[in-house]
């Protein structure tokens, strides 16, 4: 039997104490250049790995990383469990329900986003050279696991990107977020298929319609019953009084374990276990932003940079770097899925204006594609050169979707939204102490305007559109609104909360300034504009002391007109209503 003694414990520590500097230290750099925190964690694991601390001196990196199996295992182990969180991490961040709410073009530029990348990736895969294949009888194999691992986007990478562009709690965010969760859940889901015929040797048909049968089986029962006995099970806890969010997680994670236990069970991996029972208890409405919130910032800060610094230490990158693999892996990844998506959108009836920045959503490959490639390597499915293409490709595609979805947002037209302000649409203090009395004042507002529908028409519009995700954002500010096919302009209306709402807002603030949009049912890309612009403008807390602290309605007025001038940008909306100082059509 044998035991860790103290050297293994205090090598085990210098480790994990050199990843989490390195990872945390080149994670802050890389986030304030406006790039993924993933490339940082991979880089630590190169820069401490075989790659270079290995050349450089072989004696300190032996020492740190020795070949001791047991060593190996610790830090392996702690990895695993980085990644399992991960995954767990992910599902909770998804909203199954509400884009399942919009099946209709989540679905189909879902599936599309499915076929269309694996046909492209199988077809060129089949004719790589056989040195890139661990057993040459497995050429198959391995296209249809390249074409499998070309679809999964990397969901939490475009979550980010639609936060910085301010386009997250959009309807086009909206949409794409839905896309790719039931992208998510597809492509992995053919993913463990494919990783189950490669690891059990007794794969056949019968097997493989059993396997096929349980998890769908299993699938339906989390994202139905399972997803309210979480709701129940953290709800009775919540009645208890007992601690939070320690009692959600402690919940959570023993979700997670005894799904992957199950998973692993019927024959596929347990990651895709623990994905589903993320969504599983991201699905229950007792959880809160907050908490949830608090589960992300644990999983990102502790046990991600563990998992994706170990990767680097796994390989020679620079031994095993061959420039075609990467570029015909970064290509043939981002070219399937951008196409995929673009078809999607173009077989549904969404407005095509937006075409181009959904299909730029689903093009990195990211955390996902990186995990999915570790696993095959470790499965021997794969030789190093084809597992490091995968990572650069990875990068490559998480690094470049925020820039060319900047460029896409700045080549369309611009709007001048203090035009969709006005004083009469302005209520200097909001009696209502909750989130649906607060909709249902600036409703009234509203319809009082010319040309507006009922306040009923608009409360049931905003409500149903809030209640399918949420639309408070940090630091005390709330957008909630929809678009209606009975008005012919947008409009803006404003309203003051001095004792504060609560809005579920991701940082647990009281919301204290409400700004409900309507917009015409065909004008989507206005309405996209507006929020964007409004979350900008209120980033800085300065516009927003000054918002709350005015308390002459005039001034007030004065002030609005002052802070959104500054988004103003050249082009006008063609044939775009004006609305004059009293809030009316001129």
Sequence with gaps: MHYLNEQNIFLFLVQISLLW?????????????????????ILTGILLGPTILGRVSPAAYNWIFPRDVIQQNMLETVAWVGILFFLLKTGLEMDFSSAWRQRKHAVTISISDVVIPMIIAFIPTVFIAPNYLT???????LSLFIATIMTISALPVTARVLQDLNLYKTDVGFL??????????IGWAVFTMVLGIVTQ????????????????????FCLTGGKHLTNLAITKMQKMKLPEPGSSLTVICLIGSICGAITLKIGIHALFGFFIAGIMAGEAKALSEKTRNIISQMVHSIFIPLFFANIGLKSDFLKNIDWFLIAFITIIGIAGRYLGAWLGVTFTNHHRVN??????????????????????????LIKEPVFVAIVFGAILSSVIIGPWMSIALKQRKKINIIEFFGKRLILPELKAIDRDNAIRELSELISEQE?????????????????TIGTGLEEGVAIPHARMANIKYPLIAVGRSFVGIDWNSPDGKLTNLVFMILTPQDDDWVQLQILRYIAI?????????ILLNRNNNNVLWEDIRKIFETQYIQKKPKQMPRLNQKGAKS
């Design 21 to 41: 500097i390195f990872a945390r230290g080149l994670g802050e750099l890389f986030r304030k250049w406006k790039q993924p925190t993933i490339t940082a964690e």
């Design 135 to 141: 057993d040459p009888s497995h050429k198959y194999l």
């Design 176 to 185: 794409i977020m839905g896309a790719l969760s039931l992208n998510d859940i």
């Design 201 to 220: 040797a007794s794969f056949n048909i019968a097997s493989i319609g059993i396997v096929l049968f349980s998890t769908v089986a299993f699938s339906v």
């Design 355 to 380: 075409r181009s920045i959904i299909a730029i959503a689903h093009t990195p490959g990211g955390e996902m594609q990186i995990v999915v490639g570790i696993l095959a390597l470790e499965y021997g």
């Design 451 to 467: 040309n507006m529908p009922s306040k009923d028409e608009v409360f049931s519009s905003v409500i149903t559109r809030e209640d």
């Design 537 to 545: 403008a209120l980033k800085d807390w300065k516009s927003r002391e």
